[in-house]
C-alpha cells in the first residue's frame, strides 16, 4: 500500500488595503542647490558629498534667446555663465545621478 503524501501549498500573504485614501507616502527628497550636498546615496547607500555637473537647462537657452534680440553680442553669456546653469548631483562614491537642481 502506497503512502499518500499531502502537498501544502502557501498561499501569499494578502495585502492589506491602505488606509491612507490611496495616495502613496513618498520620503522628502532632498532639494538640492548650486553647491555640493550631504545626502544619503540611493543608489550605494553611503553618506557622501555630491559632485555637481552644470549643464545648460531651460533658463540658459531662454536667456539666450531673449539676448539674441536684446543684444546680439550677449547671446553666449548665459550660456558660458554659470549664473543661468542648471547643476547635476552626483553621488561622489558610486557616480550615480542624485538628483538635479533647475531653474526653471
Ligand atoms: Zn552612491
Redesign the pocket.
Known sequence: MQQQTTIVVQQPPAYTQMDTGGYMVVPPVPLFGESPMTVV?G??G?K?TTTIVPENGTCAHLCAFMMYFIFLPCVCYPLCSGSCKDYNHY?S??N?KLGTYRRM
Do not use: E, T
Open positions: 546615496c543608489n550605494c553611503n557622501v553621488c562614491n558610486c550615480a
